[in-house]
């Protein structure tokens, strides 16, 4: 029975609350993976994929960075962005993602690079997110 609590929270809205087994997060320095009793912990987050583990099912989200708090067996993720996997609209990730190429290879400036750098990554992980969604369903 699952004892730990998630949840994911933009400035917008709450994206998912539930309990769960085991979060895996993709924290700055890299994945993260939070069981129940987990130690107290606070951390900055990269955008990535977030998954949530409850029993045989998991749930994948993107998140394009932020907060990550754990404490008495409670998750709290404070992301800049967050979607589940079947919100992501594929075809609206795919023309970010070759707008973003786009601008990297024109390489105006400094700060246009890191823009598109971030967008790209951005793009990339939410692709992921809805690919693994696309692969993991059971045709019916």
């Given at each position: 029975?699952?004892?730990?609590?998630?949840?994911?929270?933009?400035?917008?809205?709450?994206?998912?609350?539930?309990?769960?087994?085991?979060?895996?997060?993709?924290?700055?320095?890299?994945?993260?993976?939070?069981?129940?009793?987990?130690?107290?912990?606070?951390?900055?987050?990269?955008?990535?994929?977030?998954?949530?583990?409850?029993?045989?099912?998991?749930?994948?989200?993107?998140?394009?960075g932020?907060?990550?708090?754990?404490?008495d067996?409670?998750?709290?993720?404070?992301?800049?962005?967050?979607?589940?996997?079947e919100?992501?609209?594929?075809?609206?990730?795919?023309?970010?993602?070759?707008?973003?190429?786009?601008?990297?290879?024109?390489?105006?400036?400094?700060?246009?690079?890191?823009?598109?750098?971030?967008?790209?990554?951005?793009?990339?992980?939410?692709?992921?997110?809805?690919?693994?969604?696309?692969?993991?369903?059971?045709?019916?």
């Open positions: 029975m699952p004892d730990l609590h998630l949840d994911v929270v933009t400035a917008e809205r709450l994206v998912y609350s539930d309990d769960v087994d085991m979060v895996t997060a993709p924290g700055s320095l890299g994945e993260l993976g939070i069981l129940p009793r987990h130690a107290a912990l606070v951390t900055t987050l990269q955008a990535g994929a977030l998954r949530a583990r409850k029993g045989a099912d998991e749930t994948n989200l993107a998140i394009s932020g907060f990550l708090e754990v404490r067996n409670r998750v709290l993720v404070l992301a800049d962005a967050a979607e589940r996997a919100e992501i609209d594929v075809e609206r990730a795919r023309a970010a993602e070759e707008r973003a190429r786009l601008l990297l290879q024109e390489r105006r400036a400094t700060a246009d690079l890191a823009v598109a750098e971030a967008a790209l990554r951005r793009s990339q992980v939410r692709l992921k997110v809805a690919r693994r969604r696309q692969t993991t369903e059971i045709p019916r």
